[in-house]
């Protein structure tokens, strides 16, 4: 029985995606992108969070989802998302191991970007001028920048 349940709990944790540890270029790179300062292009984000990470452990809510190992502004970072290309918008996201307020001040205090609260409620979601945005994932933050797709070179709407 005793074996039984070790190798029970053996096979489940070989299951478990195993966070990687983030890579030098992690801020600069995917930061910039979170906080809307650089340009978004998911093929590029996506080959670069394989590259970091290995493959996305889930693909649902139109993302594909990333184990990560790294902070971000001080924060504590668990997962990245990508966009992938069923939404009409482009976007980088990423889920903080810590309260909204607290990811706000930790990149206020960083890199001097506000996020103002939009309204008064109990779990207000939390705007930047380049447009970035903050809002309550259950008990953490989830921070992200969505940006609609540029139209296809000749095409007009």
């Known amino acids: ?26 801020g600069p790179v995917i ?49 990245i998302m990508i966009s992938d290309d069923t939404s009409e918008v482009v976007f980088v996201a990423a889920v903080a191991d810590t309260t909204p307020d607290k990811l706000e001040e930790s990149i206020r205090n960083a890199v001097g970007v506000r996020h103002v609260s939009m309204d008064n409620s109990q779990y207000p979601v939390r705007a930047s001028n380049p447009g970035s945005k903050i809002v309550y994932f259950k008990t953490k933050s989830k921070i992200y920048c969505a940006k609609y797709k540029p139209l296809p070179v000749g095409s007009q709407r």
């Open 31 to 79: 930061g910039s992108a979170i906080l809307c300062r650089s340009q978004l292009d998911n093929a590029y984000f996506h080959d670069y969070l394989v590259s970091a990470f290995g493959p996305s452990y889930k693909h649902e809510g139109g993302a594909y989802w990333f184990k990560a190992d790294g902070t971000l502004w001080g924060a504590q970072v668990t997962d």
């Open 1 to 26: 029985m005793r074996a039984l349940l070790a190798r029970s709990c053996a096979l489940a944790l070989l299951a478990a995606p195993a966070a990687q540890a983030a890579p030098s270029t992690f």
